[in-house]
């Protein structure tokens, strides 16, 4: 993809997809959504921005912890929200879990996707595995 705008009202779909399997695609998949945000015409504002990586940063971490280790992300613009992919090949569907507030068990990611995001949504594979995704509202 080149680092060229892209018109978030355009018939063409504005779409980035990065892969991974280790917690270095963590990193990877943030850098993605902060360059995918960069290139959307009219941009987003920076609140959402930010609210993009983290919603990234989060499905990506809970697919590489409890998904079976390996993702796949997808992010794609319409002319109102952006759609948040992530592919895993675990069968385990996320769940709410009280979050562990000495640092240790996690728990706080799912519950703040849910309430950062429009909408959520799990969609089992045909093959195996899921696809989490998030809607993120302008």
Request: hydrophobic share 40%; aromatic share 4%; with cysteine.
């Amino acid at each position: 993809m080149s680092g060229t705008a892209v018109s978030r009202t355009s018939a063409l779909p504005v779409s980035t997809v990065v892969q991974g399997e280790s917690a270095a695609g963590i990193g990877e998949a943030r850098q993605a959504a902060r360059a995918f945000a960069d290139r959307l015409t009219p941009a987003p504002d920076p609140d959402m921005a930010n609210t993009l990586v983290l919603v990234v940063s989060e499905l990506v971490t809970n697919a590489l912890r409890h998904g079976g280790g390996t993702f796949r992300l997808r992010l794609n613009a319409r002319p109102d929200a952006i759609e948040v992919a992530v592919d895993d090949t675990s069968p385990q569907l996320p769940r709410m879990r009280t979050p562990d507030l000495t640092g240790t068990g996690g728990g706080f990611g799912w519950p703040m996707v849910n309430r950062l995001a429009s909408t959520t949504a799990i969609t089992r594979q045909a093959g195996g595995g899921k696809t989490v995704t998030a809607c993120l509202l302008y």
